[in-house]
């Protein structure tokens, strides 16, 4: 005769173990990390436990009935007897699986939280991130639209504190790379087009790739703006006056419409210095 299997000895594991628990709780425990697809494979897999439940419940239905015909007086053959003994391990098997189901459901619905939790903390981040590369944008684009104007390039000169961070090479690039990124209005081709291109130019700036541009590269002139960007200057850039423009649209007359370089405004400031000192 076989030995009628004890509930507590049967090989399925408790409902109520903490070992089984504590591991499916490890393996669905929401974490900072974000899982991207998971939720399907938790579905399918509730899905094939929902299935084992029923066939089990299917064959708890079929031994009460086997035990039934016997309390009534019926006959069964071998196997119908050997499974009617297994009855009380088909409970608390079905009982495990409930108790597995309701544990997988309330940790798929903590994970999904802490996924929507994941999420919404990435985007913010993501926010922030392009608000700030928006920022640094403007900010470029205020400086080089500044150098566009002779009287800055030549107050810049002047302070030796700021001149310092630029070479005649370094002012001539940027003035270069300020036509490159739509300061100026190029007429050869449409508003989209250039904007295109100068979408390109900024973003290969703001990558600081190592391509060339402007006789230099991304990454050089990307340090130098940023060097610009803090040095302070720009914070106090006096507005164009009426006087300003009147006599940068007489100097455009006479020079070439290529403002002058950094070295030719500085020897400019000097000879002029001296023939005050002579007058």
């Known amino acids: 005769l076989k030995k009628k299997l004890n509930p507590d000895d049967q090989g399925s594991p408790k409902s109520e173990s903490p070992r089984m628990l504590t591991a ?23 899905i094939c436990l929902k299935h ?8 708890k239905l079929k031994l009460e009935s086997y035990s039934e015909r016997l309390k009534k007086g019926g006959k069964l053959n071998q196997d119908q007897l050997e499974a009617v003994e297994k009855y009380e391990e088909v409970v608390h098997n079905l009982h495990f699986a409930k108790e597995l189901q309701k544990t997988i459901g309330a940790l798929t619905q903590d994970l999904l939280k802490a996924q929507r939790k994941v999420a919404r903390q990435e985007k913010v981040t993501r926010i922030e991130e392009e608000r700030k590369r928006l920022s640094l944008t403007l900010q470029v684009q205020y400086v080089l639209h500044s150098l566009q104007r002779e009287d800055v390039r030549r107050n810049f000169c002047n302070m030796r504190q700021h001149s310092r961070h630029l070479s005649t090479q370094d002012m001539e690039s940027l003035l270069d790379l300020a036509s490159l990124l739509g300061c100026k209005r190029d007429r050869s081709m449409s508003l989209e087009d250039q904007m295109e291109q100068a979408a390109i130019v900024y973003w290969e700036l703001l990558e600081g790739n190592e391509g060339p541009v402007a ?13 610009l960007v803090d040095c302070g200057f720009f914070d106090h850039i006096p507005l164009t006056t009426k006087a300003d423009s009147q006599e940068k649209t007489e100097t455009l007359k006479v ?3 290529r403002p002058c370089g950094l070295s030719s405004e500085i020897s400019f400031n000097f000879n002029f210095q001296c023939v005050s000192k002579q007058s």
């Open 24 to 46: 499916l709780q490890f393996t669905l425990s929401p974490t900072t990390t974000t899982y991207y697809g998971y939720e399907k494979y938790i579905e399918d897999g509730l």
């Open 52 to 59: 084992k439940i029923r066939n089990i419940e299917k064959k």
């Open 215 to 227: 006789g230099s590269t991304y990454k050089h002139m990307k340090e130098k703006l940023l060097r």
């Open 255 to 257: 020079d070439p419409p």
